[in-house]
């Protein structure tokens, strides 16, 4: 059974940093197109970044600069390095497995799997 494993939320100041992970099973992350979403609080659930299998990555405009999608075969995992964190930045984080980045968007164009979530909060 396909497992996508998020972890590392928990709570941050603003200006802070946190290090989410995702980890796999019954699936190996350098086969598909991997992408972060998040879900903010009264909000829709919206594409963070996404790394395709050839390692080429996209994270969303408003995001740029200060988050990062990285691949980890070894460790059969992604991680979202998210710096200079902003109250805004708060919500459940998810993982996700899919074909076909849109790089304009940071999203995958077929979702496949779908992690559970990490809680996110950023206090001012």
């Known amino acids: 059974q396909v497992q996508l494993v998020e972890s590392g939320g928990g709570l941050a100041r603003s200006g802070g940093s946190l290090r989410l992970s995702c980890a796999a099973s019954?699936?190996?992350?350098?086969?598909?197109?991997m992408g972060w979403y998040r879900q903010t609080p009264g909000g829709e659930r919206e594409p963070v970044a996404a790394?395709?299998?050839?390692?080429?990555?996209s994270v969303a405009e408003s995001l740029k600069g200060r988050f990062t999608i990285v691949r980890v075969s070894a460790d059969n995992a992604i991680y979202l390095q998210m710096n200079d964190l902003k109250p805004e930045d708060s919500g459940d984080y998810y993982c996700?497995?899919?074909?076909?980045?849109?790089?304009?968007?940071?999203?995958?164009?077929?979702?496949?799997?779908w992690g559970r979530g990490t809680h996110v909060t950023v206090s001012s």
């Open positions: 019954e699936l190996f992350v350098d086969v598909y197109d």
């Open positions: 790394i395709s299998q050839d390692g080429l990555t």
């Open positions: 996700a497995a899919g074909r076909d980045v849109d790089y304009r968007s940071s999203r995958l164009k077929l979702l496949v799997f």
